[in-house]
C-alpha cells in the first residue's frame, strides 16, 4: 500500500506542531527558491476566524504529507494560503485545493483567490488543472514582484469534492 491509497484532509489548528513544522518547511523552500522568506506573510490569527480553515493532509501513517488555509479576503472571496506539499508528495496540490474549495463553498464564498510565486510551480499546475483563470493583477496591488494570482468562481457543489469521488476520506 502506498501513501498515496489513503489521504485523510481535515481541519487543524494552524499553530499545531505539524502545522508549524510544514508551514515552516514552506517557509525555507521559498527563501531558497526567492531570496524571500514567507514567514510574516500571514497573521495566524486570520485562520482561527468562523469564515477561514487550515487544513492538513496525512498519509495512512498519520504522516503530514502538506497542508493548505483559506481566510476571508472579502465578503464573497476568500484567498488560499499557505498551500504547500512535501517533496516526496508533490502532486498532491490539486487535492488539498479540490478539498479548500469545498471548503470555501461550505463557508459561503463565490470565488477563491490563489497567489502563487514562480517557484510555486506546483500549485501553478493545481491552479490550472483546477481550471482557475490568471489575473491580470492581484487586486489592490500589494505586491510588485512576479507572482501570479489566479481566481476561480465556486460554483453548486460537484462530485469532484466529496469523499467518495475523490477516494479521501475527510477527519
Not at 14 to 23: E, K, N, V
Not at 29 to 56: E, H, N, P, W
Not at 82 to 98: C, I, K, N
Not at 132 to 150: K, L, Q
Request: hydrophobic share 40%; aromatic share 8%; with cysteine.
Amino acid at each position: 500500500m502506498t501513501d498515496f491509497e489513503t489521504i485523510y484532509i481535515g481541519s487543524e489548528e494552524p499553530d499545531s506542531l505539524d502545522a508549524r513544522m510544514l508551514c515552516d518547511e514552506r517557509s525555507a523552500y521559498l527563501a531558497a527558491m526567492t531570496g524571500k522568506s514567507a514567514q510574516q506573510s500571514i497573521a495566524y490569527g486570520d485562520l482561527r476566524s468562523i469564515r477561514a480553515r487550515f487544513v492538513l493532509a496525512r498519509n495512512s501513517m498519520g504522516e503530514a504529507m502538506g497542508c493548505g488555509a483559506i481566510r476571508r479576503q472579502s465578503y464573497n472571496v476568500a484567498e488560499v494560503r499557505l498551500l504547500y506539499v512535501r517533496l516526496q508528495y508533490r502532486g498532491l496540490e490539486a487535492t488539498l485545493l479540490s478539498h479548500l474549495e469545498g471548503q470555501a463553498r461550505l463557508l459561503g464564498y463565490h470565488v477563491l483567490r490563489l497567489c502563487v510565486t514562480p517557484a510555486e510551480r506546483g500549485a501553478s499546475r493545481a491552479c490550472e488543472a483546477r481550471g482557475y483563470r490568471r489575473m491580470s493583477v492581484e487586486p489592490g496591488n500589494r505586491s510588485a514582484d512576479r507572482s501570479v494570482w489566479f481566481e476561480k468562481a465556486l460554483g453548486d457543489f460537484d462530485t469532484a469534492i466529496t469523499p467518495a469521488a475523490t477516494g479521501l476520506s475527510s477527519r
